[in-house]
């Protein structure tokens, strides 16, 4: 049978949120969450994942209430430790695929130490960082990733910290997989949270947001479909900033799969090193 | 069987075995760091898993995690790491997600004493989290006593869905004692309730008979939500008193309403007794030798060891201290529980025996306080 596209999309959302339940959501009008959730969905649909197969796992922040919309088993946990509690239930479910959603507040600050040492694991979880440069629900305060010189609220007269560039610490922490794209090229979003869900081994995307409601209000950087179209300038493909000249290169939001390579997923060496201790006791020794 | 020279943090990770435990994630810390070292060997052995996290916060987050999964789930740290816990436990409290704490104390605060005993954590075990919240916290006097708790707080853990903390000490853990461990068959081991009613039905906090609802792993078909923040019976955020308050009578209840099967204490001489000496883990085998020394000399010396710390044993202190003129509460702290023993017997019967400097309270200082007691009160 041929679905037409449209239908296609009703049948998603039909199978995926938590529809008649838990909707409207929390976000503010114009938000970007809703495209990154909306993004997720179509890529666990993509895959070809049943509901029951998929846990999403969240911090605090406006992503933490994602879990509430979708119709996974879901788990809103604490600030910074979605990660750590989506390690216990990947170890005893290596079955499931965990689905991570943070902010960049979440896992990059408090969560920071969580989030280098699952990469570093290589455990098989996908860590989908929605990065509005921002702490939105708490207001407007710097994060992370808030860039050198703008304001936020506990920033009045100019953020004097660097940002973390998220992609360039998840490869060196020793992520599978590292990939970037914004809530404008939604399409492509979805397209590389998909190849992260298969990627065995510990996956991230960094979904580029934005928080007209506080940081657009206190830069002044306009309306929701302002900072939308900042994304559609800025967000360019990695072959075509490669091609820009120095000078043009400082504002780009570079879109793109960066790492994606083959190393031996946590929970696969664990079955291992549970073989060799039950084989150590089939020998009658005591390790 | 026969007996085997055994350390308390070795018996700990014999009986987590021996309980069904299949996760433990931890981070090493003196003097619980055995526990990790005896599971990292021996769980792999019986198909479970081990984990050695970044910091004592990622460990209790990720015991959550497996127990969601479905595992029996534990981790073991002592006081500067029972500390970066505190929020995972409130959110395992909150909701009601089963594991083991265990947390071998020693002399704080911060660093304080690492290789010294202590039982000042009795009200962190209590109050550490914020929130109001139940919480069973269990503390052992031996070895063998170390294997037997373990093996009840997670029954307990599992059967009421709750956070149960094993309170240890530095002095129990690293002892060794001659110990018989149980066989497998001969140890009652709990699974928690679960369920057959069709997904859709499923409440994963509804408001049972039993006040202790059905959990139901992740994975199995029964997808729910599990949130730290308030929630429905279904496990959706909610700010509905309505909702917020049956949800908070039921939590307590649960516990409250099983109290004979979560209070472990053991009460000696305690009929004829003038005076009573309670004490609890390390301290109870000093408090129990002054006991029979005074008692050898005509004092007439009761003894109330208390297994069991928390939920506080209102009635069973109430009732020993009832006819009694003196109350000696001695403890590696000063006076923590000895303030809730003051609560109930009232303030003037009690004299605290308290040390925190990482001694122990010896046998002599507990009889000279009975001394004391019999002398004040002539």
């Known amino acids: 049978m041929v679905v037409k596209k449209q239908e296609r999309e009703s049948l998603i959302h039909e199978r995926y949120l938590r529809h008649h339940k838990k909707f409207p959501h929390v976000w503010c009008a114009g938000c970007g969450i809703g495209i990154v959730m909306g993004a997720i969905v179509r890529a666990v649909d993509a895959v070809g994942l049943s509901n029951d197969e998929v846990a999403m796992i969240s911090g605090i922040g406006c992503s933490g209430r994602m879990p509430v919309y979708v119709d996974f088993n879901t788990m809103h946990t604490t600030h910074g430790r979605a990660l750590a509690f989506a390690t216990g239930l990947k170890m005893v479910r290596p079955e499931m695929k965990v689905i991570v959603v943070m902010g960049d507040g979440d896992a990059l600050a408090i969560g920071g130490n969580h989030f280098i040492h699952a990469a570093r694991r290589n455990i098989g979880l996908t860590a989908i960082i929605i990065n509005n440069n921002v702490y939105g629900m708490t207001g407007g305060q710097y994060s992370p990733t808030t860039p050198t010189h703008a304001y936020a609220t506990t920033a009045p007269y100019g953020n004097i910290e660097q940002p973390f560039p998220i992609c360039q610490l998840a490869q060196a922490a020793g992520a599978a997989f590292v990939a970037r794209s914004t809530v404008y090229h939604a399409r492509e979003l979805s397209r590389f949270i998909a190849q992260a869900i298969q990627k065995e081994g510990f996956s991230v995307v960094e979904a580029v947001s934005y928080c007209h409601t506080t940081y657009g209000r206190i830069n002044k950087l306009g309306s929701a479909v302002e900072m939308m179209r900042h994304l559609k300038d800025k967000g360019v493909t990695q072959k075509t900033f490669e091609a820009l000249a120095e000078e043009e290169r400082a504002d780009k939001i570079v879109r793109g799969v960066f790492v994606d390579r083959d190393i031996p997923e946590y929970t696969r060496l664990y079955d291992e090193i549970i073989a060799r201790a039950q084989q150590t006791v089939a020998n009658g020794r005591t390790a | ?378």
């Open chain 2, 1 to 378: 069987m026969t007996g085997k020279l055994m350390q308390g943090d070795e018996a700990c990770a014999e009986g987590a075995i021996a309980a069904g435990c299949r996760f433990f994630a931890g981070y090493p810390i003196t003097p619980a760091t055995d526990i990790a070292e005896v599971l990292a060997r021996r769980l792999p052995q019986v198909g479970g898993k081990f984990i050695q996290m970044e910091d004592e916060i990622a460990s209790m987050a990720a015991v959550i995690g497996a127990s969601v999964g479905g595992a029996k789930a534990m981790t073991a740290t002592s006081g500067p790491g029972f500390s970066l816990m505190q929020e995972n436990i409130g959110y395992a409290a909150m909701a009601e997600i089963p594991c083991v704490v265990v947390d071998v104390q020693r002399a704080g605060p911060s660093t304080g004493l690492p290789t010294k005993p202590s039982q000042g954590d009795v009200m962190q075990s209590r109050w550490g989290t914020h929130g109001d919240h139940p919480i069973i916290v269990l503390s052992p006097s031996s070895v063998r006593e170390t294997f037997d708790f373990t093996v009840r707080a997670f029954n307990m853990a599992e059967k009421y869905r709750t956070p149960v903390i094993l309170l240890m000490d530095e002095m129990i853990g690293h002892m060794r004692e001659k110990v018989e461990l149980p066989s497998p068959e001969a140890i009652e081991v709990v699974e928690r309730v679960s369920t057959s009613v069709p997904p859709e039905w499923y409440k994963a906090y509804e408001n049972t008979p039993s006040d202790v609802p059905p959990m139901i792993s992740f994975g199995q078909g029964y997808r729910y939500h599990i949130t730290g923040l308030f929630h429905d019976e279904r496990g959706f955020p909610t700010q509905r008193l309505d909702e917020i308050d049956p949800w908070i009578a039921r939590v307590f209840r649960k516990i409250e309403r099983n109290l004979r099967d979560i209070l472990i204490y053991e009460a000696d001489e305690i009929e004829d007794a003038e005076i009573v000496v309670i004490a609890y883990g390390a301290t109870a085998r000093s408090a129990r030798h002054a006991v029979k020394q005074a008692r050898a000399r005509g004092y007439r010396v009761g003894f109330l060891r208390l297994g069991t710390l928390w939920p506080f044993p209102e009635e069973v202190v109430e009732r020993a201290a009832e006819r009694i003129h003196r109350v000696i509460v001695p403890e590696m702290n000063l006076g923590q529980l000895a303030l809730e023993v003051e609560r109930v017997v009232g303030r003037r019967k009690v004299m605290r025996v308290g040390k925190a400097n990482g001694e122990m309270v010896t046998p002599q200082e507990v009889l000279d306080a009975i001394v004391r007691g019999v002398s004040a009160w002539l």
